[in-house]
């Protein structure tokens, strides 16, 4: 017969939980009543502990060694909740590369410490992510990160990042709109860093945080130099990360900078991807104090995170910025135009703004004519470049 799983166990005063040696698949959390904790050598009881409400006993043979190190005995009636072995594993699998590093480090260290002899494929289960990786790669992977965390702190110690400006071209006007700011990471051996080898690193571990702060200050010190020369108002376009809106000091560290800078609000642009909206009413709140503030808002990567539309009602934006992904296809597929055109129509109901993105050829731009798009950025009028370069553009004349 199979024993059938319970989630929680009760035991009466006396009764024994689990004996030295039994194999051991669960860990225990005390409800109510208390344990003991013994070990039995030669037939003489040893205790080690008496445990209350609150306390867990049982994981080392859950985490690691499978036979029980000791036994435990109710002191008075209790109620405990069993915790298996895939509760834990899968908490650990979903963990951080490093976590599980230094957890198979502890545990190497625990099983040498205890002389125990166990068999390495607990440790593999327990570690790989369920992806295939083995503990090997865990480790490398692991270890290549800190490297990069460390680079990427050095780098913003050493100024070591700097600033592309993409011109946005009006289409209405055939003038220049603004700029987007693009972070680029100048490594010493490394080389050039893309972008997208390291912000999702830098997100996960808050480095976003400082790197997104000198953002800001570059962008904004940039544009209010650029502004002088050009002979009429532009935006700055900087991306905004979800790690960065949560800080609490965003508003105050944005508008120190711009107090410094000299920049209106108003041509601030901060572009947040669809993916923070699911975050409710946090994100309403951090978009309404954008517009308090006078700053602008656009909706970046538009049409490729969460399907659900409802929120555009709650969010006051000023901008959509039409994905790459919609654009790259335009021209020949016939579901991508209808798309695009059935985003250009939305935003205009809601009296949004367009933008489009990735405009590489002529006719992905006379598409977006005819679709009366206001705004086009692409490698058609220039890619993202460094400060001396992007100026070129200022006072242009884009071609339509
Ligand atoms: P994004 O915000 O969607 O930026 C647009 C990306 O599309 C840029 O890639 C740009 O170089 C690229 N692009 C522009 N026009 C074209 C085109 O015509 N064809 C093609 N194939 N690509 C085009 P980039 O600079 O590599 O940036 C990648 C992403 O990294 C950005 O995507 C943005 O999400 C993020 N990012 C860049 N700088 C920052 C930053 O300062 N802070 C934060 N939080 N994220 C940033
Ligand atoms: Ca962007
Ligand atoms: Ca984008």
Redesign the pocket.
């Known amino acids: 017969m199979s024993q059938e799983r319970l989630f929680s166990k009760t035991y009466a005063s006396g009764d024994i939980v689990f004996s030295q040696g039994d194999e051991g698949d669960c860990a225990y959390i005390i409800e109510t009543g208390r344990v003991e904790v013994f070990v039995v050598d030669r037939e003489v009881e040893t205790p080690i502990t008496t445990l209350g409400p609150g306390e867990i006993f049982g994981e080392m043979a859950v985490i690691d060694v499978g036979k029980r190190s000791a036994s435990v005995r109710a002191l008075e009636d209790a109620k405990l909740t069993v915790v298996y072995r895939e509760q834990l594993y899968s908490r650990i699998r979903e963990s951080d590369a490093i976590v599980r590093l230094l957890i198979s480090v502890l545990l190497k260290r625990m099983r040498s410490s205890l002389a125990v002899e166990s068999d390495f494929n607990s440790l593999d289960l327990l570690l790989s992510s369920g992806s295939g990786e083995n503990l090997q790669e865990i480790q490398q992977k692991a270890v290549e990160n800190l490297r990069l965390e460390r680079d990427i702190m050095e780098a913003i110690e050493a100024e070591h990042f700097v600033?592309?400006y993409?011109p946005i071209v009006n289409l209405h006007t055939g003038k220049l709109g603004g700029y987007?700011?693009?972070?680029?990471w100048n490594h010493p051996t490394r080389g050039r860093v893309?972008?997208?080898m390291f912000?999702g690193l830098a997100?996960e571990t808050s480095l976003?945080v400082p790197?997104?702060l000198w953002?800001m200050r570059q962008?904004c010190e940039d544009l209010a130099k650029i502004q002088k020369e050009c002979d009429h108002e532009i935006f700055m376009s900087?991306?905004?990360?979800g790690r960065?809106m949560m800080v609490s000091s965003f508003f105050d560290d944005l508008m120190g900078i711009v107090k410094d800078t000299g920049v209106k609000p108003q041509n601030v642009k901060l572009?947040i991807?669809e993916r923070i909206l699911v975050e409710g009413s946090l994100a309403v709140d951090w978009i309404n104090r954008c517009r308090e503030l006078g700053f602008l808002v656009a909706l970046?990567?538009f049409g490729t995170g969460y399907s659900s539309l409802s929120y555009l009602s709650e969010f006051d934006i000023d901008n959509l910025?039409i994905?790459?992904a919609f654009?790259?296809k335009v021209t020949e597929d016939h579901k991508s135009r209808v798309l695009v055109e059935v985003l250009a129509l939305m935003a205009r109901g809601l009296k949004l703004s367009t933008i489009a993105?990735?405009?590489?050829e002529k006719d992905q731009l006379q598409i977006c004519q005819e679709l009366n798009i206001d705004y086009i950025?692409?490698?058609?009028y220039g890619?993202?470049e460094p400060y001396e370069d992007a100026i070129r553009h200022l006072n242009a004349d884009f071609e339509r």
């Open positions: 600033l592309n993409q987007e700011a693009l972070v680029r893309r972008p997208d912000l997100e976003i790197i997104g953002v962008a900087i991306n905004i990360s960065q572009e991807t970046d990567d910025k994905d790459q654009i790259r993105e990735g405009i590489e950025q692409g490698y058609f890619k993202p």
